[in-house]
């Protein structure tokens, strides 16, 4: 549990710091996205752990530059559990890049993203893993998107964390 919340806080300083940047008095986040919505295991260890449903929440912070051209950067925290409070829960923190699709404008543009990172695990062993994430988007309006994500993780002590996430967001 100690990785865990080191981790929790080292993605919670990096954000932080970015912010810092802005102008003071601004105080809009900007970058920030929230998402909510279901993940729906794809492997046996992982539904018979866990659940058949899983709820999932999720927050990115998009960077100011890309790391590659004609894409967008962000990082990626997700929350996947089966009950607050209890043991089960799944963490996936990516580094993402976002490419669009059409050159519509904002509001009405679809994309794919792809991302690699850890996934951290309240099992009764604790543990982290490898993972990565790839899925897809529409933007609804220029706040709104809805998002599928397929979300892939090696195995530990038995258990993969493999699963189908269906979100609903919201864009700062």
Known sequence: ???FTLALLA??????????????GDTYPYGISVRAGVVFPIERSFSDFYSPTLLGLGV????????????ETFFSLDFFT????????????MINQRFYSN???????????????VVFRDT???????????????ELSNNVFTEATLFLSSKRSGIGSNGIGLYAGYRF
């Open 11 to 24: 993605g919670v300083a990096a954000v932080a710091s970015a912010q810092g940047s802005k102008t003071v």
């Open 82 to 93: 089966s009950q607050i409070g209890r043991k089960g829960n799944v963490v996936p923190f």
């Open 103 to 117: 050159a519509r404008e904002l509001g009405s543009r679809t994309y794919a993203f792809v991302g690699l990172g």
């Open 60 to 71: 990115d912070y998009t960077f100011n530059r890309p790391l590659f051209k004609g894409g």
């Open 1 to 3: 549990m100690k990785q």
């Open 124 to 138: 009764p062993n604790n543990d982290s893993t490898l993972g990565g994430r790839v899925g897809a988007g529409l």
